[in-house]
C-alpha cells in the first residue's frame, strides 16, 4: 500500500506562485514514476505533468508548459509541484499519483495511487 499526501494549497492572485507538495509513504519511492493531475468543478480530470523514477524525464500538458516545473526528491520521498505565472482557469483540485515499479513517464491515468487533493484557487 502507498499513501500520497498533497500540501501547499491555497488562494493566490494571478501572476502568483505556488509549490505543492506530495509525501509518499512506501520504501520503494525510488522504483514510481509519479504525475500531478487536476480537476475543476464540472470538469473531467486533466493531466498536469509527470517524472521518471530517477527525475530524468520529464512531461507536462501544453496548458502549463513553460510556468510549472515538476521535480523530485528520492531520499524525501516527495515530489513537487511549482507553479508560476498562475491563472484563475489554473484554479482546480490538484491530485498526485503514483505507479509502482514503473520506469518510464505515465502520461495517462493509469496510476496505481492517488492523493488525496489539495485545492489551488487563483484569484483575477
Known amino acids: 500500500q502507498v499513501q500520497l499526501v498533497e500540501s501547499g494549497g491555497g488562494l493566490v492572485q494571478a501572476g502568483g506562485s505556488l509549490r505543492l507538495s506530495c509525501a509518499a509513504s512506501g520504501r520503494t519511492f525510488s522504483s514510481y514514476a509519479m504525475g500531478w493531475f487536476r480537476q475543476a468543478p464540472g470538469k473531467e480530470r486533466e493531466f498536469v505533468a509527470a517524472i521518471s523514477w530517477n527525475g530524468r524525464t520529464t512531461y507536462y500538458a501544453d496548458s502549463v508548459k513553460g510556468r510549472f516545473t515538476i521535480s523530485r526528491d528520492n531520499a524525501k520521498n516527495t515530489v513537487y509541484l511549482q507553479m508560476n505565472s498562475l491563472k484563475p482557469e489554473d484554479t482546480a483540485v490538484y491530485y498526485c499519483?503514483?505507479?509502482?515499479?514503473?520506469?518510464?513517464?505515465?502520461?495517462?491515468?493509469?496510476?496505481?495511487?492517488w492523493g488525496q487533493g489539495t485545492q489551488v484557487t487563483v484569484s483575477s
Open positions: 499519483a503514483a505507479k509502482q515499479w514503473t520506469y518510464t513517464v505515465v502520461l495517462s491515468h493509469d496510476y496505481d495511487y
